[in-house]
């Protein structure tokens, strides 16, 4: 690696590339076809790749003039830490950055000893995030002050665990010359079940490792169900005021769920995920002229 903006230091811990073909080839085809997918719907959703300089001019009806410049930031981190154990939300997470034309991007784990070969690494792959970083914790925070003295960043993050939710802090108190995102809280999902047999529970469990699901709505009971998947009694009204960030529901119950959710998935996506509130525009700089006012 060339770019001299990255410390020796951290080059010394960049991923090789031997761990990430082992990743790659230790995650089953068939579930790498569901990070395809979830790559291929997050970049219909906010796609398409953004330019590194982007005008645009209008006159307006009440008679003055603007001009925006939306330009990439000058880098954009995933931060994650070894509770980050799903691929398809690192993937979600991935992609907006990578389409969003910021100058740099990389991927940082906060762990120590080797390299880590895992699903989440496979699947940063797959969506063409490739810089990867393996720091401890005091590399990681001399890292955030290097992206902190940019005052152009944006950093996501990935992970319950300690050094990472202190680094989320501290973080918390460089803004805004960062720009920070953490997503919603993804330990209990809902699904509603109706007949059951819709729902791939054993690839939902292989998409949300540490998640708990409550199975709601099961007309029958559902045999087998993966370990963290556990029964629950009541209304879909009662379902939806669960408190659930997102849930999986049957597709005639999605126009129900719109807006009592952050993310509502039917049949077919259990493979999926996307995070709404992320979009390019969140690795961007905007600004605005306005003149010409002849009221």
Same mark, same amino acid.
Request: charged share 20%; proline share 6%; hydrophobic share 45%.
């Given at each position: 690696?060339?770019?001299?903006?990255?410390?020796?230091?951290?080059?010394?811990r960049?991923?090789?590339?031997?761990?990430?073909s082992?990743?790659?080839?230790?995650?089953?085809?068939?579930?790498?076809?569901?990070v395809?997918?979830?790559?291929?719907?997050?970049?219909?959703l906010?796609?398409?790749?953004?330019?590194?300089?982007?005008?645009?001019?209008?006159?307006?009806?009440?008679?003055?003039?603007?001009r925006?410049?939306?330009?990439?930031?000058?880098?954009a981190?995933?931060?994650?830490?070894?509770?980050?154990?799903?691929?398809?939300q690192?993937?979600?997470?991935?992609?907006?950055?990578?389409?969003?034309?910021?100058?740099?991007?990389?991927?940082?784990?906060?762990?120590?000893g080797?390299?880590?070969?895992?699903?989440?690494?496979?699947?940063?792959e797959?969506?063409?995030?490739?810089?990867?970083?393996?720091?401890?914790e005091?590399?990681?925070r001399?890292f955030m002050?290097?992206?902190t003295?940019?005052?152009?960043?944006a950093?996501?993050?990935?992970?319950?665990?300690?050094?990472?939710?202190?680094?989320?802090?501290?973080? /918390?108190?460089?803004?805004?010359?960062?720009?920070l995102?953490?997503?919603? +809280?993804? @330990?209990?999902? $809902?699904?509603? &079940?109706? !007949?059951?047999?819709?729902?791939?529970f054993?690839?939902?469990?292989?998409a949300?490792?540490?998640?708990?699901?409550?199975?709601?709505?099961?007309?029958?009971?559902?045999p087998?169900?993966?370990?963290g998947?556990?029964?629950?009694?009541?209304?879909?009204e009662?379902?939806? /005021?669960?408190g659930?960030?997102?849930?999986?529901?049957?597709?005639?119950? +999605?126009? @129900?769920?719109v $807006?009592?959710? &952050?993310? !509502?998935?039917?049949?077919?996506?259990?493979?999926?995920?996307?995070?709404?509130?992320?979009?390019?525009?969140?690795?961007?700089a905007?600004?605005?002229?306005?003149?010409?006012?002849?009221?």
């Open positions: 690696m060339s770019d001299s903006f990255y410390a020796d230091w951290m080059i010394e960049l991923v090789p590339d031997d761990a990430f082992l990743a790659y080839n230790s995650m089953p085809g068939e579930r790498r076809a569901w395809k997918k979830t790559a291929a719907q997050v970049h219909a906010v796609g398409p790749m953004r330019d590194s300089r982007e005008e645009r001019g209008r006159v307006h009806r009440q008679g003055f003039s603007s925006a410049l939306s330009v990439p930031l000058e880098c981190v995933i931060f994650l830490d070894s509770t980050c154990v799903s691929p398809v690192v993937a979600a997470a991935a992609v907006p950055l990578v389409l969003s034309g910021a100058r740099r991007m990389c991927a940082v784990r906060i762990e120590d080797t390299p880590v070969s895992d699903n989440v690494l496979a699947a940063l797959l969506v063409g995030l490739e810089t990867v970083f393996q720091l401890d005091p590399g990681a001399r002050e290097m992206l003295e940019t005052h152009s960043a950093v996501l993050f990935f992970g319950r665990g300690t050094a990472l939710m202190s680094l989320s802090v501290a973080a /918390g108190y460089a803004a805004p010359q960062l720009r995102f953490k997503p919603f +809280l993804t @330990e209990r999902l $809902g699904i509603w &079940a109706g !007949a059951g047999d819709e729902w791939d054993e690839t939902l469990a292989w949300h490792p540490c998640t708990q699901f409550d199975v709601w709505g099961a007309r029958t009971a559902i087998d169900l993966p370990p998947f556990s029964h629950r009694k009541g209304s879909f009662s379902f939806l /005021g669960e659930y960030q997102g849930v999986y529901v049957p597709e005639e119950q +999605l126009a @129900e769920s $807006g009592q959710v &952050a993310l !509502a998935l039917a049949p077919g996506q259990e493979g999926c995920w996307v995070w709404p509130e992320l979009s390019t525009d969140f690795f961007r905007e600004t605005l002229a306005i003149g010409g006012w002849n009221g």
